[in-house]
């Protein structure tokens, strides 16, 4: 499968700052990243489907303008916390496939991104 | 959109018993299901998946089940051991934009 590299692993922050978290992908250049956000002891949830670019879709109850994602070259994607609020204290991972619709290529996982903010 | 139910939430098993979660899917044009291992605060890993195209698939003790006229998907795994307890989540890829969906997970505890 293909090689995702997510940094930082971990970052704390102050209430209302900005925190930025890069989702690479290493051996394959990827039109589409999704990130997905995982508070303790619930499942994965899609936030966002990253396009190569163009602007990124939101999944409903999303807020697009305090999620910024940015696809701007085929290796990368990034994710803005911004304002950041306590609230918002989750588990970020990206993912990457390197299927196009309706094939039978799996998914790649980025170690994921523990963002505390304080 | 898709939907993904996972049941059960928790499941205790005596070590060298089976364990089987189930999962149900809301988009009958999904064609992918895969079943993911989770340690706490590490990335989910890939155990097992599916095509739309199989019945049924096999490795080692892990084996997952999928009836698309149901929509219904299964992982059972055999002969649990201690080192298989861990949260586990179905997921199907929606038909439409690759999106993979994830359903709510299962705790596994495997008792020694």
């Known amino acids: 499968g293909a090689v995702v590299s997510q940094h930082p692993s971990w970052v704390i922050c102050k209430s209302g700052t900005s925190v930025k978290i890069e989702c690479r992908s290493l051996d394959f250049q990827a039109t589409t990243m999704f990130w997905y956000r995982q508070f303790p002891k619930q499942s994965l949830m899609l936030m966002a489907t990253s396009n190569e670019g163009s602007k990124a879709t939101y999944e409903q109850g999303v807020e697009k303008d305090k999620f910024l994602i940015n696809h701007a070259s085929l290796t990368l994607s990034t994710l803005t916390v911004t304002s950041a609020h306590p609230e918002d204290s989750s588990f970020y991972i990206c993912?990457?496939?390197?299927?196009?619709?309706?094939?039978?290529?799996?998914?790649?996982f980025g170690s994921g991104t523990r963002l505390t903010v304080v | 959109g898709e939907n993904v139910e996972q049941h059960p939430s928790t499941l205790s098993v005596q070590e060298g018993d089976s364990a089987v979660i189930k999962c149900t899917y809301s988009d009958s044009a999904s064609n992918y299901f895969p079943w993911y291992k989770q340690e706490l605060g590490k990335r989910p890993q890939l155990i097992i998946d599916?095509?739309?195209n199989v019945g049924e698939k096999k490795d080692q003790r892990i084996a997952v089940t999928l009836n698309k006229t149901a929509k219904h998907f299964s992982l059972h795994i055999t002969e649990t051991q201690p080192e298989d307890s861990a949260v586990y989540f179905c997921?199907?890829?929606w038909g439409y934009g690759n999106k993979l969906v994830f359903g709510a997970g299962t705790i596994l505890r495997v008792k020694s």
């Open positions: 993912s990457i496939t390197r299927g196009r619709k309706g094939s039978n290529y799996g998914y790649t």
């Open positions: 599916i095509r739309s």
């Open positions: 997921a199907a890829r």
